[in-house]
């Protein structure tokens, strides 16, 4: 994350390859993580070549999302024409963020669930909306979806991983829970989202030795808010009051 110095060698890079649309591409992502909107368009405008011309359709929609554009941003996604079914499914999935990051996620539900009527079985959009109906509480449907994901995908640990998630989260069926994310870490052992989720689910099912080993690790892994929310309330119960504090506050320090 030292921006200025890549952005630099980036423009350095341009002087030696005027052509290079990787280069332009780098320094629009760079733009747009300080916030300069502007100077990240004018870059994602400078990209003419096949390889990088579709990624900078996307990158443009989302710079109009962060400028708080969203119609704009929909709109010109919606413009855009596809030459693959995979450039549409991303064309998609990158509407769906955008409607997630403003807190539309029923509006994405919607959107998901025309593309999956487009796009039928789509392991990508599948997945997607399991993760929108998890959150709007919808398990049936969620359940729907992470089981056909399986199915279509027997090697797909995040499928295992969410399903078993949610039903930990929502302390339902627990045994089966921990199946389901023990399948997840045997194919993702040091995953860190997996080693939270099995923390999770051994923290619910009470054998807290266990969940304190997998979140540290997880937490050790990856320092994710979410995985410290996890390991500060697993020490947290077993009176580790102070230990818990540190962890919550690390996470909150490295914000700011």
């Known amino acids: 994350e030292r921006y200025q110095l890549a952005a630099q060698m980036f423009e350095r890079y341009l002087d030696l390859e005027p052509n290079d649309d990787q280069a332009r591409f780098y320094l629009a992502r760079i733009a747009r993580e300080e916030e300069r909107y502007q100077s990240a368009m004018e870059w994602l405008s400078g990209i003419h070549g096949e390889q990088f011309r579709f990624a900078a359709q996307l990158e443009k929609g989302r710079v109009m999302g962060d400028q708080d554009r969203l119609d704009d941003a929909l709109r010109y996604l919606a413009g855009i024409v596809p030459r693959t079914q995979t450039e549409q499914i991303q064309i998609y999935l990158t509407e769906e963020q955008l409607l997630q990051s403003v807190g539309q996620t029923e509006q994405a539900l919607v959107l998901l669930n025309a593309a999956l009527i487009d796009i039928p079985d789509d392991p990508d959009l599948l997945y997607a909306r399991g993760l929108v109906t998890a959150k709007l509480k919808q398990l049936v449907q969620h359940e729907r979806d992470m089981r056909r994901l399986i199915e279509l995908q027997p090697e797909n640990a995040h499928a295992y991983n969410a399903l078993g998630y949610t039903l930990a989260d929502e302390s339902l069926r627990l045994d089966e829970a921990l199946q389901l994310i023990e399948r997840a870490a045997e ?70």
């Open 187 to 256: 194919l993702r052992p040091e995953d860190p989202f997996i080693l939270d989720s099995l923390g999770w689910v051994h923290y619910r099912l009470g054998n807290y030795s266990l969940a304190l080993h997998n979140l540290r690790k997880a937490f050790a892994l990856r320092p994710d808010p979410e995985i410290a929310a996890h390991l500060g309330e697993v020490l947290w119960i077993q009176e580790r009051i102070d230990e818990a504090r540190e962890v919550w506050q690390s996470v909150q320090s490295s914000k700011t």
